[in-house]
């Protein structure tokens, strides 16, 4: 069962909360788009392949989509940790189109697409290093029995995959998104004895759920912004002409004369992915041009956040992703 489904992650939320209050000539912002771009193609890429995860007995395994983990120093992130009474399964998606030479020497990956090379990190030393935290992990949580293995799944069913030199069987372990299933049989068939029990497998679930800690980075800090250079003001939902304006109740475009009673609630949220977890009354008005101190309270109110302090001081919070 999907006992953690997949989310759109915080980092490319942050990302496009970014590119809605960043200057158009800001030097960040190209850097910016091709960083979005490029995690918007992975996670499509993660989410093509759910699809194989959903055909697994719900009864045999638990599957955890964006899990990230502790290990008493820092964090590590998995895209995909499928685990059963058998065996624990981490896979990493990579959806990257073109040719893909893996260099063992040197430890690369290069792409070849339309006649131009490109070399990323080798997905195989990035997988051992996951499966040794998870390894790790688990010692910790005395649940040592229980073995792990790796996978790195290719979405794009139309990319070549090639050993360029070197070749070691653990590059086995690199498949297309249609072989999963089969892999797993593999696995099953490798692991045929229970390693933990019912009760064991069921409390793995449950800490594993407990313990996991999103991945929550200061985009602004990644991409040496300074908070000054973020536009303020509450954005047209029609045209994104900003700063529209607030009158008898509603928000009004100069620009479209669009009319909206919550073009407020997008500037919240970008907010909190862009500045910090909190809004006080008096920053809400300062970010979004409000006024009257009365009329930032009864939007903050009416968003139905966690909040804690006297009511002329009160702090509101971020909602869980």
């Known amino acids: 069962m999907i006992a953690k ?38 996670f ?51 959806n990257i189109a073109g040719t893909l030479y893996f260099d063992r020497t040197f430890n690369q990956l290069i792409r070849i697409l ?16 996951q499966q040794r935290e998870l390894v790790s992990w688990l010692e910790d949580e005395k649940f040592t029995t229980l073995p792990t293995e790796y996978l790195v799944i290719i979405s794009n069913p139309s990319t070549l995959i090639k050993l360029k030199s070197g070749y070691s069987r653990e590059y086995e372990k690199i498949i297309h998104s249609a072989d999963l299933e089969n892999k797993i049989k593999e696995l099953e068939n490798k692991y045929s004895k229970e390693a933990i029990s019912q009760k064991e497998f069921k409390k793995l679930s449950r800490i594993l759920l407990r313990e996991h800690s999103p991945h929550d980075p200061n985009i602004l800090d990644i ?23 607030r009158k008898n109740g509603f928000w009004l475009c100069p620009s479209c004369n669009t009319a909206s009673v919550d073009a407020h609630i ?40 966690s909040s804690e302090g006297a009511p002329k001081n009160r702090t509101y919070f971020q909602p869980p992703h």
């Open 44 to 94: 499509k890429g993660e989410e093509s392949v759910d699809i194989r995860f959903n055909s697994l007995p719900e009864k045999e395994y638990f599957i955890f989509h964006d899990l990230c983990l502790n290990n008493g120093t820092y964090n590590f992130q998995m895209d995909s940790l499928i685990i059963s009474r058998n065996f624990a399964l981490i896979t990493e998606v990579k």
């Open 223 to 245: 991409y040496s912004i300074p908070r000054e250079d973020i536009l303020t003001g509450v954005i047209c939902p029609t045209c994104s002409h900003f700063p529209i304006i």
């Open 114 to 129: 339309n006649d131009k090379e490109e070399g990323f990190p080798d997905p195989i030393l990035q997988m051992k290093r």
């Open 5 to 42: 489904k997949r989310e759109v992650p915080l980092t490319i939320l942050k990302l496009e909360a970014l590119l809605r209050r960043l200057p158009l000539q800001h030097p960040k912002r190209v850097l910016a788009e091709r960083d979005l771009a490029k995690r918007n193609a992975g």
């Open 266 to 305: 997008q500037g919240v949220r970008d907010y909190f992915l862009l500045i910090k977890p909190s809004l006080t009354s008096a920053e809400l008005r300062k970010f979004l041009h409000v006024d009257s101190r009365h009329t930032a309270t009864r939007i903050l109110k009416s968003m139905e956040l």
